[in-house]
């Protein structure tokens, strides 16, 4: 069994290809291609199988992170899109909710008013009502959607989004709109609120819904090229895209559903941070993702990822009702440029270089000071041994952009270059605290694990900050998104709106909404071949106190459910509002709002990873002076330069150090030790101070 993982970042599009059955891994990384980034995965397809002298024929499953609905949602660069919803509801894409999202701001930016997804002569209402409990209040006007599918087809829109009041309880005249509207408009992509998020809360489940669409034919277009460039090289096996829940989902599924892809190619990275703690023996885990233009940052507690709630999960500023890993993103990677902003203040990122031009040291014409630039400069990268010495750096255009800047700051080349540095790795702690100190977290608890091209570079001062004393570094950090896709299965979710209140809760009924979704998703297994006896069904649902705003997420028993099974059930309830909130009212009513089943498809994927052994010497292929911040004071030291893939397990060896490999550089500071687990990871330590 050979699979392959490609995932597309902003830099460099990475792939790992796995020979499970021999425990063989290759690894490649090829620049991406914004404009098309299907070019770089075809490209990038065809140089991996020659550097594994493998045919691509052979090649049984591939796995793929994208980031095509992500960027297009940043970038506001959808489908021109149109609503088809009840009269009276036109603009509640508009209106949103009475929250202030920044409660002290009278110039706020909301992005369904300033940027909407929908425009509001794009949004018709036509006559029809379902209430609360499903009925029918008024007949659907079928002529009307007709007219109105002419009119937005003259009107140029690509997507149309058909969304209606209570289609969480009954979609009849959703799905009956829809079908009349791609009569009319066979060539737009279709989709309603009810197979996107059938939840009640009509602004979210349309905003969701709106996401879908808006994003809908690039995702779609994006995906069909994919296959077509794939199948024309001669690939046969499946192709499985990753989704925001952190499993795959077939092509068909990601063409009806394609905001499940919104997450894509960042959930990757925190699969793949999660597994390799797991093997190092590291459950409480910081994943701590630096890429060329952003850093993700996700946190793994017990093992599990932690998924976004439904008051905080967005995606630019949009509320996002789909299960989701909770990710924080922002703007800080090897391309992020330094700056001084209109103040004087000194500034690193959001923009980036990008791949291209990329950073002034790739030498195809960058002339900003970035990141990588002052890495450079400061000796943590290696000129001539840049991914693997397929890449030589220019230290000569990284000196003269440093140095203009620095020039402007009245400061030394070095010490602006570190200072760069400082900024971005307190950007990124501040960040983390966000997701930990601030949630009830402390971080010391927790190993940071840096990936992606530039973590390892920055992994050791970024935990420094946050007073980490443990940091793991995956055998092949900047390929761990790739990889991490090889180890997720297929994952597709079903969802009813339950509201039943603790004493009240009519069992069978709840039962049966439980076997109802179960039947959903077995068909779903069946239509993609997965064998019974790979699949697995995990029950959850989103409860609350009567009268609270937003819910909590709880597991449920399989099997019948009665007033035992529920007994525990409304215990972790309050188990999880104590953790959360720091109190519980064992008195109070609970109401469970809505039941889900998360559905598991096994595949074959990564297992236990080979191991490393113990014997040799530890030999530096080289040195170089590195610059350094110790006690406050800039410093020089003569850093040796290790070549990672020479190191044996169980040598601890005290830094500074440079660890090189190709797709990554470790930068092992002076007050920290390092040395390699059986698994390849390595592992950085300080003492306590």
Not at 59 to 81: C, P, Q
Not at 579 to 587: Q, V
Not at 653 to 658: E, F, H, L, Y
Request: charge should be negative; aromatic fraction near 6%.
């Amino acid at each position: 069994m050979i699979v392959l993982g490609v995932d597309v970042g902003g830099t460099f599009t990475d792939l790992i290809l796995a020979d499970l059955e021999r425990q063989r891994l290759t690894t490649h990384k090829t620049p991406s291609t914004p404009r098309n980034p299907a070019i770089a995965v075809v490209r990038g397809l065809e140089a991996i199988c020659e550097k594994a002298e493998v045919e691509i024929t052979q090649i049984d499953g591939l796995f793929h992170g994208t980031t095509v609905g992500t960027n297009a949602m940043l970038e506001h660069d959808g489908a021109v899109t149109g609503l088809v919803t009840n009269e009276g509801f036109r603009d509640v894409l508009h209106i949103g909710r009475h929250q202030r999202p920044q409660h002290y701001s009278i110039m706020q930016d909301l992005p369904w008013q300033n940027r909407p997804l929908i425009r509001r002569r794009h949004r018709h209402a036509v006559a029809g009502r379902i209430d609360a409990q499903g009925a029918e209040l008024t007949p659907l006007d079928e002529e009307a959607v007709r007219e109105v599918a002419r009119t937005l087809s003259a009107q140029g829109v690509e997507a149309v989004l058909v969304g209606f009041l209570f289609s969480y309880v009954n979609p009849a005249h959703e799905r009956r709109a829809a079908e009349i509207v791609s009569e009319e408009m066979p060539e737009a992509f279709v989709t309603t609120s009810s197979e996107v998020a059938p939840q009640f809360r009509e602004f979210e489940r349309f905003t969701t819904a709106a996401m879908s669409a808006f994003i809908g034919p690039k995702v779609r277009r994006y995906i069909s090229e994919l296959q077509t460039g794939l199948h024309d090289r001669g690939l046969r096996g499946e192709l499985h895209v990753m989704t925001s829940s952190g499993g795959v989902a077939t092509p068909e599924m990601i063409a009806r559903k394609p905001a499940s892809t919104l997450l894509s190619g960042l959930v990757a990275g925190v699969r793949g941070g999660a597994a390799v703690g797991r093997h190092a023996g590291a459950d409480r885990l910081i994943t701590l993702d630096i890429g060329g233009t952003s850093a993700d940052i996700g946190i793994v507690v017990d093992g599990r990822l932690t998924e976004a709630d439904a008051r905080s999960a967005s995606i630019a500023g949009f509320p996002v009702m789909l299960p989701m890993i909770d990710i924080h993103t922002i703007g800080a990677g090897g391309g992020s440029i330094a700056y001084l902003d209109h103040g004087g203040a000194f500034r690193v990122g959001p923009e980036s270089a990008g791949a291209d031009p990329g950073p002034a040291a790739y030498g195809k014409g960058g002339d900003r000071p970035t990141v990588t630039d002052a890495n450079l400069v400061l000796g943590r990268l290696a000129p001539q041994d840049f991914l693997g010495g397929d890449m030589q750096l220019d230290l000569e255009a990284a000196q003269r952009v440093i140095g203009t800047l620095a020039a402007r700051l009245g400061r030394t080349p070095e010490e602006t270059a570190e200072g760069a540095l400082t900024v971005l790795n307190a950007n990124m702690a501040n960040a983390i605290r966000s997701r930990t100190v601030q949630k009830g977290i402390d971080p010391r608890d927790f190993t940071l694990s840096g990936f992606g091209g530039a973590g390892p570079l920055h992994a050791a001062e970024v935990a420094g900050m946050l007073g980490v004393r443990r940091v793991l570094i995956p055998p092949h950090p900047g390929i761990t998104s790739a990889m991490g896709l090889l180890t997720a299965d297929l994952e597709y979710h079903a969802l009813r709106t339950a509201f039943a209140v603790k004493g009240s809760v009519d069992h069978a009924r709840l039962t049966a909404l439980f076997e109802d979704m179960d039947a959903e998703l077995c068909a779903i297994f069946d239509r993609d071949g997965v064998a019974p006896e790979k699949r697995r069904m995990l029950r959850e649902g989103e409860l609350r106190y009567v009268g609270q705003g937003y819910e909590l997420k709880v597991d449920f028993p399989d099997g019948a459910l009665d007033a035992t099974a529920l007994e525990a059930v409304w215990q972790e309830f309050h188990d999880k509002h104590r953790a959360e909130y720091g109190h519980a009212f064992a008195a109070a009513p609970i109401e469970i709002v809505t039941v889900k089943v998360r559905g598991l498809g096994e595949v074959d994927k990564l297992g236990t990873p080979p191991e490393v052994g113990e014997g040799g010497t530890v030999a530096p292929v080289g040195q170089g002076r590195c610059m350094f911040r110790v006690n406050d004071r800039l410093s020089s030291f003569e850093t040796p330069y290790y070549d990672r893939a020479a190191l044996p397990a169980g040598r601890a060896i005290d830094g500074p150090a440079i660890l090189l490999q190709a797709d990554s550089t470790t930068v092992v500071p002076p007050d920290w030790r390092f040395e390699v687990d059986r698994f390849g990871n390595v592992i950085m330590s300080r003492d306590e101070k």
